[in-house]
């Protein structure tokens, strides 16, 4: 929740390349106050069967930058080895091109930031959204 002088982040994923949420998905929060101040970990959380991280750390105040980190290599080996066992023919052996996607953006104390990933195992698209 944001305060007066504190921002507040939210996040989900979209799987695009099936038109679900992506269960299971950790993500890592880290803030810094300035550009040139060094990154404070601020903790993480995995997103449920929504897609969504409910219980992602505050941001302390004087938080001026916020980074994502999404590590989604296990989430697509996971859907691959399903995949395997559902349609042992249509095997894909490739490794994952994305093993993690890391969103670093600005933020601006009293403001709530809601950032979804929009991901597919070739690409991935962000966007403030509301």
Not at 115 to 126: C, E, K
Request: a negative charge; glycine letters at 8%; charged letters at 20%.
């Amino acid at each position: 929740m944001s305060t007066s002088t504190t921002a507040s982040v939210s996040t989900h994923i979209l799987d695009t390349s099936v038109g679900r949420p992506a269960e299971g998905v950790a993500v890592r929060l880290a803030a810094r106050s300035g550009r040139e101040a060094d990154w404070q970990a601020l903790g993480g959380s995995a997103t449920d069967a929504d897609g969504r991280c409910k219980d992602l750390p505050a941001l302390p105040e004087g938080t001026t930058h916020v980074r994502l980190d999404f590590a989604v290599e296990t989430y697509f080996e996971k859907k691959q080895a399903d995949a395997q066992q559902d349609a042992p023919a249509n095997r894909d052996s490739g490794a994952v091109f994305f093993p993690e996607v890391a969103i670093t953006f600005a933020v601006k104390p009293g403001e709530h930031y809601h950032v979804p990933l929009l991901l597919n195992p070739f690409g991935y698209s962000v966007y403030r959204g509301s």
